[in-house]
Nanobody
Framework: VQLQASGGGLVQPGGSLRLSCTAP????????MAWYRQASGNQRELVAS???????NYADSVKGRFTISRHSAKNSVYLQMSGLQIEDTAVYFC???????????WGQGTLVTVSS
């Protein structure tokens, strides 16, 4: 399953962006989904996750600024980012874990650049 991520772009510090990710076909609403990011020269890190029941978890660096949500009927997960900082610049990846097979599926990544 290839997830399709979109919504990245160039934004000034303090600005907002909304990332979207859609899984083609039918997925189980119980599958947890997440957003990761990878800045140049850094390892990929978890930004936020959401369980099939809607329980959310955030990295300390984005708490209070980012909000993850999902629309199971649309097979989609979103990341609303506000108060963006230069340090948020990275390629953002969406990820889904198939709880039946244990397989992890990824999107192609979308670039977020925060710059004045």
């Amino acid at each position: 399953v290839q997830l399709q991520a979109s919504g990245g772009g160039l934004v000034q510090p303090g600005g907002s962006l909304r990332l979207s990710c859609t899984a083609p076909g039918r997925i189980y609403s119980i599958n947890p989904m997440a957003w990761y990011r990878q800045a140049s020269g850094n390892q990929r890190e978890l930004v936020a996750s959401i369980s099939g029941r809607g329980t959310t978890n955030y990295a300390d660096s984005v708490k209070g600024r980012f909000t993850i949500s999902r629309h199971s009927a649309k097979n989609s997960v979103y990341l609303q980012m506000s108060g963006l900082q230069i340090e948020d610049t990275a390629v953002y990846f969406c990820q889904m874990t198939d709880v039946i097979s244990g397989t992890s599926h990824w999107g192609q990544g979308t670039l977020v650049t925060v710059s004045s």
